[in-house]
């Protein structure tokens, strides 16, 4: 039930979901500095593209981090990064593509998986965190707060509340750091580029993995 009081709230192609793009830059210096690591893991130096018609997710949370990981020369490499979680989500005809260039004799190929193409079997996640770089979608969000302290995302009166997602775990964030939080959110006619996505549950129904050669139009998702 939306609240009567903060209700629902909308916005046409909204880039990056609700984190203003000063922050995000500003982000990966002080991140850097305090050692705040979006993902558990050192990423890949190669990012990836997401297309779905839409995502519906409960407990929605969004803070700023960074995200650092190595080219694919061995260079070290930060990169600012919108962290969003989900306690479930729910995603209709994913498509998700990455592209490994140069390779010899090849030159570039483009991995491409798509999933939940069926109305009524979507890709169903449980615990989700994205590591989002940039995002366009349409995008309704209920009973949402915005200016919310990272570190108190999942709290309610200062006090923990059991299944709401916070600062993802096993990570670094500034606890003190610009968050936001809604109950549920909708965005349709999604376009985006993450550096990770992590879940505890990660179900892929009708799932299609294929290679394609070249990049760009045509064969990446977007």
């Known amino acids: 039930m939306k609240s ?4 629902g709230t909308r916005w046409k192609r909204f880039a990056v979901v609700m984190v203003p793009s ?10 850097l500095a305090q050692g705040a690591l979006a993902a558990s893991f050192s990423i890949s130096g190669q990012d990836f593209k997401v297309k779905a018609d839409s995502l519906v997710g409960k407990n929605f949370v969004q803070y700023g981090s960074v995200d650092a990981g190595k080219t694919l020369d061995g260079k070290d490499f930060a990169e600012p ?8 989500a729910w995603i209709t005809n994913m498509c998700q593509s990455v592209v490994t260039p140069n390779i010899p004799f090849v030159g570039d190929v483009t991995l491409v998986l798509k999933a939940g193409t069926e109305n009524k079997k979507p890709v169903y996640a449980k615990g989700i965190y994205l590591d989002v770089a940039e995002l366009k979608a349409d995008a309704e969000f209920g009973n ?7 570190g108190d995302l999942n709290k309610v009166n200062g006090q923990p509340v059991p ?5 993802q775990p096993n990570t670094k964030a500034n606890p003190f750091g610009f968050g936001q939080r809604a109950e549920d959110a909708k965005l349709t006619d999604v376009r985006q580029r993450a550096w990770a996505t992590t879940a505890a549950t990660f179900q892929l129904p009708n799932l ?11 064969v990446e998702c977007y």
């Open 4 to 7: 009567q009081v903060r209700g």
């Open 22 to 31: 000063v922050a995000a830059t500003a982000a990966i210096g002080v991140g």
């Open 81 to 88: 990064v919108a962290v969003s979680g989900f306690s479930e």
């Open 144 to 150: 949402i707060d915005i200016g919310v302290a990272a």
């Open 163 to 167: 299944g709401k997602p916070g600062i």
């Open 208 to 218: 299609d993995l294929s290679l394609h050669r070249g990049k760009g139009a045509g």
